[in-house]
Structures are given as structure tokens and as C-alpha cells.
């Protein structure tokens, strides 16, 4: 079995840039499901991106021309265009990847979604729901970073991120009040719902003239509000919604991801392995910070929060691969098993096992691994039993000679037994012994002269 084109770098990949998708979201990237080994997952909830995402409804005219003119300025824009990166820009498909069949690859891939669309809104600086100078309207942004990120994966800076399932460049419908009935006091206000919004009417709708006399005239009624839906629907020529419609929300989210992906881009490399990198430390760190397994239950929920308290620490900290690197090196000795679990071609490899590992296994190694395009024939997606297997040098061994108990034992010359003793000069043993008594004479005498001395200079000074 082969690695999927979809699971590979592709130089030649062109993916369209907007909300051209299906419109479709049929998982949630807040509430994630993550399967760390066979048989074994955890399950954890990330602060929801999406609570805010339809923005208020709009009553100023001048709001909408900003919608033309700088649409960045949104939040839900900024959203769109971290979305789309994430994943139609990496070459992350809604089918081959984020429902992959494979729960560790699909786990992977759903942390990448939630993970780099933070960090790129993060890399922006734009402002989140819960912070204090969030505006949906006018949320502030680092041109020059969105710059630079539009330059990494290769679109225009007026590139379009609204979402296309609504009328007027997807800000919404608009709704105005019509009076409906005979005129006199009988005639009612009715709130409608119609389509675009037409600038050059300067904040008021038009409503045609059916012909008959008396009844349907034609009317022109100030608009009183934009408000997103989410669904088109059909307008009749008295400028009212047909069967109006509301769509989801993350119908428009879905419209920015990929359906089917034909290979990861260049900037999709680099964004995965990333992620990569930071799922696999912030779930063996975890694990080594509180000295628990994160699956189960008991200790188990402080280590998923320790898992949301690194995460959080990867979407904030600047960018700086070597020290990635370092960091996911440095918990490998942490797994379970050894670094064997391809992802796809060109991206690193991860342990089939991330539950924490207590004491060492023997028949492994730790080495960072990307799965090499050279070795394509050779490896499948998921668990390589063979790949990274620790090569066990032998030891050298000694053989010990027999014993052998019948050989003729060693003959000694007996004449050497009669040999004469060593002579020893007796008077060379009185030597010293004279010479330490005549050396304390000396020391003596010395002493004695001292103190004849020293008396006789104490009487004189007197």
C-alpha cells in the first residue's frame, strides 16, 4: 500500500482562494476527540472561535462601504481568511483529511485546523470574542503580518474572504418595514425581508409599482437594518423574500475548506509538521508535567488541562522552529513506543503510542524522522512496524580455555632449594642508630646555649 497523492507534497497544487467550497461543516473543531493510540483517546474543549461569527446587524451605510472597501476590518473576514489558510492553502481537504478513516491521522489533522487557524489570528494580532478591544465591526489587525502571510501562501493582500451564501457581498439581507393592507387606518407595518442592498438608494429599498390602481403602488421605505442568514433565497418583484431561509453559520465556514485535496502546498509543509511538533509536546509534556496518563479518568483531567494550558502556550509563542524542534525531541523519551506513525510524505513522523511511558523500553530509539519520498514504496500511512528500529550491535564475546587437569604439572630445579642465604653486614645495622644519638647531643647542647643566653639578656636589661 502506497502513500495518496493527498497525503504528499505537490508542487503543482492551485487551490481557489474564498468561500468556493461546498458548504458543508459536519464535525466541530471546538469540541475534539483526540486518539492518541489504538484504542485510546481523550477528549477536550478549546475556547469556541466561532461564537461571534455572524456579525450584528448593520444600520449605518457607512459600515457597509467599509464591507467593500476594507473588508479585513471584520472579525468574521479575518476568521474566513485563517480558515482557509489552515486548510485549503495547506492542502487540507474535508475528505482526506479532517474525516480521514484513520483516528490518529484524523486527530492530527483536526488539531492542526483549530491550532494554526489560532496561531494565524494570533500571528495577526487580532483581537479574540473574549478579549476586552474585540470589535466585530472594526477588529484591528497587523497589516504588515497579513501581509507577509498572504506572501506565504501565495494569494493577493485583495484577495476576497466574505463569505458568499448571503445578498449584498455577503453582509447580509436587507429589512425594511412595508405597509400592507387598504390605505387608512386599516393598513399595517409589516417587517420584510428582501435581497441586496443597492448603495446608490442611500439607505432605502424601492419597491415597483404592480399597475392597479389603488393598490401596490410604488413605495420607497428606509431600510432599517442588514442582517446575515446565511441563504440567498428568491426575491419577488415587490422586492420580498420567497420561502425565506436560514442557513448555519458553519455552512459559510465550510465553504472555505477544501472538499478534495491533490497534495499539500509548500506553506502546507511547513504549517503541518508544525503542528505536528506541538500536538505531540503538548500531549507527552503534559503527561511528564503532571506524571500521569492523559487517558482515563482521576489525575488524568489535570494532565488535559495541562494539554490546553501547552497549547495555548504554542498558539502565543513567537515563531522559532530550532526551538520547536528541540521541544519535540526532547519529550519523544516520554512514549510509549518508538517513532513509527506516518502521517504523510514530507512530514514528521510521530510515536504510534503517546500515552506516557513510565521507565525505559528496550528495542527502540527516539531519532526524529520525516517520511522520505525515496522510501514512498516502502511505507504506508499509519503504523510502520520496521521504520526506526533500533540497530543492536552485539557484544563482543571471550572463549575461556578448558581446563585440563591431566597435563604434567610444572617441574622445579631442586638445586636451586640449596642455594647459600643472602650475607648481611651486621655492623651496617648500628649505623643509623649511632647517628640519631650524636644528632640529639647536638640538639641538646644548642638548646642549653639558648637559654644561658636568653637569661643572661634579661639580668642585663635590668
Not at 475534539?32 to 444600520?59: A, H
Not at 420607497?220 to 423574500?241: D, H, L, P
Not at 531519532?367 to 526506526?388: C, F, R, T, Y
Request: aromatic share 12%; hydrophobic share 35%.
Amino acid at each position: 500500500m502506497t502513500v495518496p497523492e493527498s497525503f504528499r507534497y505537490n508542487s503543482n497544487t492551485d487551490y481557489q482562494i474564498g468561500g468556493v467550497y461546498t458548504p458543508t461543516h459536519q464535525f466541530s473543531l471546538v469540541n475534539q476527540t483526540f486518539t492518541i493510540k489504538p484504542n485510546g483517546s481523550f477528549q477536550v474543549r478549546f475556547p469556541d472561535l466561532w461564537v461571534n461569527y455572524k456579525i450584528p446587524v448593520v444600520k449605518d451605510p457607512e459600515i457597509y462601504n467599509t464591507w467593500l472597501t476594507n473588508p479585513m476590518q471584520f472579525w468574521q473576514n479575518q476568521l474566513n481568511f485563517a480558515i482557509w489558510c489552515t486548510t485549503s492553502g495547506c492542502g487540507v481537504s474535508k475528505i482526506n483529511h479532517l474525516q480521514c478513516t484513520d483516528p490518529i491521522i484524523r486527530s492530527i489533522f483536526r488539531f492542526h485546523a483549530y491550532y494554526q487557524i489560532r496561531r494565524i489570528l494570533n500571528e495577526m494580532k487580532s483581537p479574540m470574542p473574549n478579549d476586552q478591544s474585540f470589535n466585530a465591526l472594526n477588529n484591528g489587525i497587523d497589516k504588515n503580518a497579513f501581509e507577509r502571510l498572504c506572501s506565504e501562501f501565495g494569494i493577493s493582500p485583495q484577495s476576497d474572504f466574505r463569505q458568499r451564501l448571503d445578498h449584498s457581498n455577503g453582509m447580509g439581507a436587507v429589512r425594511y418595514y412595508s405597509l400592507h393592507g387598504l390605505r387608512g387606518p386599516n393598513m399595517t407595518k409589516v417587517l420584510e425581508r428582501a435581497g441586496d442592498y443597492d448603495p446608490s438608494l442611500h439607505w432605502t429599498i424601492h419597491i415597483p409599482s404592480t399597475g392597479h390602481f389603488g393598490r401596490h403602488d410604488s413605495h420607497t421605505y428606509k431600510i432599517q437594518y442588514i442582517e446575515q442568514y446565511f441563504s440567498k433565497g428568491k426575491v419577488n418583484s415587490r422586492m420580498r423574500a420567497v420561502d425565506p431561509k436560514v442557513g448555519s453559520p458553519f455552512d459559510a465556514v465550510g465553504s472555505f475548506v477544501l472538499d478534495k485535496s491533490n497534495g499539500f502546498t509548500q506553506a502546507g509543509v511547513a504549517r503541518i509538521n508544525d503542528s505536528i511538533r506541538t500536538f505531540v509536546w503538548a500531549v507527552l509534556g503534559a503527561q511528564s508535567q503532571v506524571r500521569s496518563s492523559i487517558l482515563g479518568g482521576g489525575n488524568a483531567f489535570d494532565v488535559q488541562k495541562q494539554f490546553l494550558a501547552n497549547v495555548e502556550d504554542g498558539i502565543n509563542a513567537p515563531v522559532d522552529i530550532p526551538n520547536s524542534i528541540d521541544r519535540y525531541q526532547s519529550v519523544l523519551q516520554y512514549a510509549r513506543s518508538k517513532v513509527d506513525y506516518i502521517i504523510g510524505i514530507g512530514l514528521y513522523m510521530i510515536p504510534n503510542n503517546i500515552d506516557l511511558c513510565v521507565g525505559r523500553i528496550n528495542g527502540y530509539n527516539n531519532l526524529i524522522i520525516i517520511a522520505s519520498p525515496d522510501e514512498i514504496s516502502e511505507m504506508q500511512l499509519g503504523h510502520n512496524n520496521k521504520v526506526n528500529d533500533e540497530q543492536i550491535v552485539p557484544q563482543e564475546t571471550f572463549t575461556t580455555p578448558p581446563d585440563n587437569f591431566d597435563a604434567p604439572a610444572l617441574s622445579i630445579d631442586e638445586t636451586a632449594l640449596d642455594a647459600p642465604a643472602l650475607s648481611i653486614d651486621e655492623t651496617a645495622l648500628d649505623a643509623p642508630e649511632n647517628q640519631k644519638v650524636s644528632h640529639d647531643e647536638k640538639k641538646i647542647l644548642l638548646t642549653f646555649a639558648g637559654i644561658t643566653i636568653g637569661s643572661f639578656l634579661i639580668w642585663f636589661s635590668k
